[in-house]
């Protein structure tokens, strides 16, 4: 039913790159609903997915990205601009651009670790090609790029596991210093809110797709300090 919550197959396994899928409706500005995906939704600083849907003709509908419908529930692929749209009912394979997906996985895994090396309040961020960014509320200034860098690196290198649970929404209340972001708040709607663990590094609310171990993010430096507000700086890092 195109009324149904999609099946967000991304957050069971963030290494799942491509699954079959039935098309279960369509959008009044051409997007397209399936039944199940692979195709993380916009949301939480990380960019909704992009790939191909192939038809069982042979056909292919690129897909720019995806993003949540109103209802939150639902998951809408959007298509390249003129790409002929499938039926409802058809079977797809849904395949994501996995190279950029995988890259994002590991950028999102890495601030999760700047996090920890920056223990302040998060008030933004965003994860772009490769590289991403976290602001934070720091009273003081005096941040240094390259001692930044050193200490991100050395958790990089424990290739401690990263692994997800889940609590109600009741226990996230109970437990309110779980939540690091002031500006983006943790996903909840159906009675339960997922948690990424770095092992023994750090524990936090967290919709997005991640890398299994701190080892799989690479090299990675921090490219910028900024100033962007009395209390506000912004720090920069990407990979490799």
Same mark, same amino acid.
């Given at each position: 039913? #195109?009324?149904?919550?999609?099946?967000?197959?991304? +957050?069971?396994? %963030?290494? =799942?790159?491509?699954?079959?899928?039935?098309?279960?409706?369509?959008?009044?500005?051409?997007?397209?609903?399936?039944?199940?995906?692979?195709?993380?939704?916009?949301?939480?600083?990380?960019?909704?997915?992009?790939?191909? =849907?192939?038809?069982?003709?042979?056909?292919?509908?690129?897909?720019?990205?995806? /993003?949540?419908?109103?209802? +939150?529930?639902? &998951?809408?692929?959007?298509?390249?601009?003129?790409? %002929?749209?499938?039926?409802?009912?058809?079977?797809?394979?849904?395949? =994501?651009?996995?190279?950029?997906?995988? #890259?994002?996985?590991?950028?999102?895994?890495?601030?999760?670790?700047?996090?920890?090396?920056?223990?302040?309040?998060?008030?933004?961020?965003? &994860?772009?090609?490769?590289?991403?960014?976290?602001?934070?509320?720091?009273?003081?200034?005096?941040?240094?790029?390259?001692?930044?860098?050193?200490?991100? %690196? #050395?958790?990089?290198?424990?290739?401690?596991?990263? /692994?997800?649970?889940? &609590?109600?929404?009741?226990?996230?209340?109970?437990?309110?210093?779980?939540?690091?972001?002031?500006?983006?708040?943790?996903?909840?709607?159906?009675?339960?809110?997922?948690?990424?663990?770095?092992?023994?590094?750090?524990?936090?609310?967290?919709?997005? /797709?991640?890398?299994?171990? /701190?080892?799989?993010?690479?090299?990675?430096?921090?490219?910028?300090? %900024?100033?962007?507000?009395?209390?506000?700086?912004?720090?920069?890092?990407?990979?490799?």
């Amino acid at each position: 039913m #195109a009324d149904a919550p999609t099946v967000a197959l991304f +957050r069971e396994d %963030a290494y =799942l790159s491509e699954a079959e899928a039935v098309v279960v409706g369509l959008t009044e500005d051409g997007g397209i609903l399936l039944d199940r995906t692979v195709f993380y939704a916009q949301g939480g600083g990380q960019p909704g997915d992009a790939g191909m =849907l192939e038809r069982a003709d042979g056909g292919r509908i690129a897909i720019a990205t995806a /993003t949540y419908a109103p209802d +939150r529930g639902r &998951i809408v692929h959007r298509p390249e601009p003129g790409m %002929a749209l499938p039926a409802v009912g058809e079977r797809v394979l849904a395949r =994501l651009d996995w190279e950029r997906r995988h #890259a994002r996985m590991r950028v999102h895994t890495a601030l999760h670790l700047l996090s920890v090396v920056l223990p302040y309040p998060v008030t933004g961020g965003a &994860i772009g090609e490769g590289d991403g960014r976290l602001d934070f509320d720091i009273p003081d200034a005096g941040l240094d790029k390259a001692e930044i860098g050193a200490k991100l %690196a #050395a958790l990089v290198a424990r290739d401690a596991p990263v /692994t997800e649970s889940w &609590i109600t929404d009741e226990e996230l209340d109970a437990n309110p210093g779980l939540v690091k972001t002031m500006s983006v708040k943790p996903p909840r709607g159906t009675g339960r809110v997922r948690l990424v663990a770095i092992e023994g590094i750090d524990l936090q609310p967290c919709g997005g /797709t991640h890398v299994r171990r /701190t080892g799989e993010v690479g090299a990675v430096s921090v490219t910028d300090v %900024a100033k962007k507000g009395k209390q506000n700086r912004r720090v920069r890092i990407r990979l490799g």
